[in-house]
């Protein structure tokens, strides 16, 4: 299986979806997106003021157009193996996209090379967030997995329109309206892997604030699709949410 993996020179401390600070971050809207370096904590001193600055200033941001610079192929990369499986897991609406968090004794995760980096959450973007040109896909999902030093690895997969997708289904199904609300007792048991493009074995940004740095992204080539019903559905709890690509500032799209 081929993917894209766009790599990051700049390391920095995991934040975005799964967050651990003590006071509540500043509200943020995709309406928002140019002014997200400048959002105010007001409880804060400077420079803690300002913690979404990165989205500001930061030069190794995500998304990128895939097909504007020049894919690197000459490099030896490492095999991708996704060990999802099974699993019980709670269906949150984040206030920003439709999230589904992995169960607390779940072992899945995304083998690269020989390390599993334990698969965390999982969420939707309409429309897709990386494009290929002039290329943007109805939608993307993305497999969000922490090591236990922080470091973050994002599997992307491009969403088609096409077959509808089972798994799709029980997701929209058991997900709240409300923002903000988690649905931790459906007992509903997904099979992660059929959330992948079949044929795949079993350092950048976050797209979202506070647009931590650091982060290294699969991008595969291949898509999973879902019907046009289903995405008018997933419409329904939210639509462009989607991040604007931004500058590839040096870094390299490296390819198999």
């Known amino acids: 299986m081929r993917t894209k993996i766009l790599t990051s020179l700049v390391s920095m401390a995991f934040a975005g979806y799964v967050t651990v600070a003590v006071s509540a971050p500043p509200h943020w809207s995709y309406e928002e997106e140019p002014y997200w370096g400048a959002l105010e904590d007001a409880t804060q001193p400077v420079p803690l003021r300002y913690p979404y600055a990165e989205c500001g200033i930061g030069k190794h941001q995500s998304p ?4 504007d610079e020049k894919i690197v192929k000459t490099r030896p990369l490492n095999k991708l193996a996704a060990q999802y499986g099974t699993d019980t897991p709670s269906f949150i609406n984040t206030g920003h996209a439709i999230q589904v968090n992995t169960s607390r004794n779940f072992t899945g995760g995304l083998k690269v090379g020989k390390e599993l980096l334990p698969l965390i959450q999982l969420h939707f ?3 897709s967030e990386h494009v290929f040109g002039d290329k943007k896909f109805p939608a993307e999902l993305h497999f969000v997995h922490v090591n236990k030093d ?3 690895a994002v599997l992307a997969v491009t969403i088609d329109i096409g077959k509808e997708n089972a798994v799709f289904q ?3 199904d058991n997900m709240p309206y409300g923002s903000g609300e988690e649905n931790s007792t459906a007992g509903v048991s997904l099979k992660l892997e059929k959330l992948l493009p079949s044929g795949v074995s079993t350092g950048n940004s976050l797209t979202t604030p506070p647009c931590s740095e650091g982060v290294q992204w699969y991008i595969l080539t291949k898509s999973i699709t879902i019907s046009a019903a289903q995405l008018e559905h997933m419409k329904t709890f ?3 949410n989607a991040r ?3 500058d ?3 870094r390299s799209i490296l390819s198999n």
């Open 64 to 67: 990128v157009d895939l097909a």
């Open 125 to 127: 973007h309409e429309p």
């Open 150 to 152: 922080g470091r973050i």
């Open 170 to 172: 029980t997701i929209l």
């Open 238 to 240: 939210y639509s462009n």
């Open 244 to 246: 604007s690509t931004q």
């Open 248 to 250: 590839l500032n040096e």
